[in-house]
């Protein structure tokens, strides 16, 4: 088993900026590939980045892309995510994700081991 623990959610202002971070505990080794979706109120989740667990490899939402940075710290097992020039549409759960496949897997069934979410809102 995995166990994810996401933090540095909170409340920020359009075009500012907040750092995610999840906290992957257990049976590590195995884990290929960590990710990051999404779900605003009403909306289906949504695929924002993903990183090898090396972190040598990124994939990023064209959403997002050129704002937010995916990075590992394979010294203290996260990965977080950068997220600048936020707007009031990227409000949502935000959710750390384990999975063992390769390459770009983008959607929720590709991966094993999800967190609880953490809150990100950007007021207008």
């Known amino acids: 088993q995995v166990q994810l623990v996401e933090s540095g959610g909170g409340l920020v202002q359009a075009g500012g900026s907040l750092r995610l971070s999840c906290a992957a505990s257990g049976r590590t080794f195995n884990i290929v590939t960590m990710a990051w979706f999404r779900q605003a109120p009403g909306k289906d989740g949504e695929f924002v980045a993903c990183?090898?667990?090396?972190?040598?490899?990124?994939y990023y939402a064209d959403s997002v892309k050129g704002r937010f940075t995916i990075s590992r710290d394979n010294l203290k097992n996260t990965v977080d995510l950068q997220m600048n020039s936020l707007k009031p549409e990227d409000t949502a759960v935000y959710y750390c994700?384990?999975?063992?496949?390769?390459?770009?897997?983008?959607?929720?069934?590709?991966?094993?081991?999800w967190g609880q979410g953490t809150q990100v809102t950007v007021s207008s």
């Open positions: 990183s090898s667990w090396s972190g040598g490899n990124t």
């Open positions: 994700a384990a999975g063992f496949l390769a390459g770009r897997p983008t959607t929720r069934d590709q991966y094993s081991y």
